[in-house]
């Protein structure tokens, strides 16, 4: 089955702790990105990733890392994770714009709900 | 930058009822269009899309028209289900662009 896994699927954590949530997907597709969902401020884009070790800034990058090595693997890192870093975050992939295959269709994951205490 | 704002919800209807969503954009270029849809507990997934100006996506019994005119892309169904209940998002991404936009989302309520 075609699908994009994030783990975990749900985090309590104190403030400073680093942590990494994890996202893999299996269906080869170049591009990869992560969000975070607030109340009253939808979807904000993270990080993303065009290709294998090719990454570059969103919309609020501040307090987050990420690393592509691989295709399939795009994890998220919070080095010292703060309480405003409490969230849902999602990760999403995408064929790449020069895939024929290409629609601009985003495939999400089921998300992480991070809670920093 | 790209913007995109929806309608503010939430929005509560009775089954049957006629549903719209307004989405507007602005943007550089000529971006596809999408909405898409989270039910409780779920992640997004992609409901209906337009490539260019004027295309027409529908699915599920809902149909959203890319109006490049009036920079919009509202979403509409002519009877609604409980079923429908969830939240739904208006977004845009441009070609060769790592970036997406999306609007706040608006919550939908669909009451027997």
């Known amino acids: 089955e075609a699908q994009v896994t994030q783990n975990p699927r749900y985090l309590i954590t104190v403030t400073g702790k680093k942590l990494t949530v994890t996202c893999s997907q299996n269906?080869?597709?170049?591009?990869m990105s992560w969000y975070r969902q607030d109340p009253g401020l939808g979807l904000r884009q993270i990080y993303y990733?065009?290709?294998?070790?090719?990454?570059d800034k969103g919309d609020v990058p501040e307090g987050y890392k990420v690393s592509r090595k691989e295709k399939r693997n795009f994890p998220l890192i919070l080095e010292s994770p703060s309480p405003n870093q409490t969230s849902l975050y999602f990760c999403?992939?995408?064929?790449?714009?020069?895939?024929?295959?290409?629609?601009?269709?985003?495939?999400f994951g089921e998300g992480s709900r991070l809670t920093v205490l | 930058g790209d913007s995109v704002t929806q309608m503010e919800g939430p929005v509560t209807l009775s089954e049957e009822a006629f549903l719209t969503i307004n989405c507007t954009y602005t943007a550089t270029g000529y971006p596809s269009l999408f909405w898409y849809v989270q039910y409780p507990g779920e992640g997004l997934q992609l409901l209906l899309k337009a490539t260019k100006a004027d295309d027409k996506g529908s699915n599920k019994g809902f149909e959203a028209t890319y109006r490049k005119e009036t920079t919009s892309f509202h979403l509409e169904k002519g009877s609604v289900q409980v079923s429908d209940s969830a939240v739904y998002f208006c977004?845009?991404?441009?070609?060769?662009?790592?970036?997406?936009?999306f609007g706040d989302g608006t919550t939908l309520t669909v009451k027997p």
């Open positions: 977004a845009l991404r441009n070609t060769n662009a790592g970036k997406s936009t």
């Open positions: 269906m080869n597709h170049e591009y």
């Open positions: 990733s065009m290709n294998v070790e090719v990454t």
């Open positions: 999403a992939s995408s064929h790449g714009w020069a895939d024929p295959a290409n629609t601009g269709e985003l495939f």
